[in-house]
Structure formats: C-alpha cells, structure tokens
C-alpha cells in the first residue's frame, strides 16, 4: 500500500517524533522511507561569500544529520533509507519532492499553535491542503481544552475552599 514513504524532518526533537509510526509502517508494508530536509535560510543582506559559504554548511549539517538519522531506521529493521537535503520554501518543497518523486505518502509530526488554530498556517497544514497524496500527521503535543465552569466549580470544593 504504502511503498514510498517521504519523511520531511527539520533536526527538531519534535520532527523526529513520527519515526516510530514510520518505522511501524515502513516494516509492515516493506516501504522505502526517504528522510527529507529543506534548508530554508534568509540570510537578510550577505555578501555572496557568506551566503555560498552558510548555503555549505547547511548542506554539511544536513547530510550529517540525515545519514545518522537513515543510520538508526536501518537499525530498527528499515531495509531501505534514503534521505535528500533541498533549498526552498518547507512545504512547497515537501510536495514537490512528493509529487515528483512518486511518493505514496508524506508522514510528518505536527503540534499545535495556540488554542484557537492549532495548525493554522503552518507547513504541515500547507502540506495537508495541498499534496497530492496522502498525508498521515501525527500530533505530538497535547492541547487541553479549556475548563468548564463545572470543572472549575470542583477543583474549589475539592481545594477546601468556602
């Protein structure tokens, strides 16, 4: 079903938190996963030594983090990792890469960003409206919702409060 799987990762430990339910997938579907990073650096004004020179480092950082990251799927039983480091805008990367890539799904860690758009504006709710295939999001923190008079109510009598 799934046989590619595109995993945008940005070296965030939040990223990193949908490896385990690719790692579940990539083994039962015998999937391929690329791990994908989009350097996505302004650099405001830069002479153009110092952005050539940043624009290497970051490919530098990249492939490093990636390999060691293909490293420890590979560990855990994924047989096939590979991984891509690309320059431009998060999701229009990430669905391009998708879309030209024959990617069967984008699998990617999401949290929320304030009690009233929990997604709203973000890469992966651009990814979402946008891809053309599927995308599995997997929210990573938890977000409460606010409490009820009732509730409120009950922490005061249980508090011992008159």
């Known amino acids: 079903m799934f046989n590619k799987i595109l995993v945008p990762l940005d070296g965030s430990e939040l990223a990193g ?27 405001g004004e830069a002479t153009p030594g110092v952005m050539r ?14 390999a060691q990251a293909a490293r420890d799927l590979k560990a855990q039983g994924v047989k096939q990792v590979a991984f891509a480091c690309v ?26 960003k304030g009690e009233v758009a929990w997604v709203l504006g973000s890469v992966a709710e651009k990814v979402v409206t946008h891809a053309t295939v599927p995308v599995l999001l997997f929210r990573v923190i938890e977000v409460k919702p606010p409490k009820s008079k009732e509730d409120h109510f009950l922490e005061v009598l249980d508090r011992g409060i008159p």
């Open 87 to 112: 320059e431009g805008s998060p999701a229009r990367e990430i669905i391009g890469y998708a879309h030209n890539h024959g990617m069967d799904l984008i699998a990617l860690a999401t949290h929320g």
């Open 17 to 43: 938190k949908i490896l385990p339910q690719v790692i579940a997938l990539a083994k039962s579907h015998h999937s391929q996963v690329t791990l994908l990073h989009v350097c996505y650096a302004e650099l």
């Open 53 to 66: 020179d940043a624009a290497a480092q970051e490919a530098k950082a990249c492939k490093l983090f990636l």
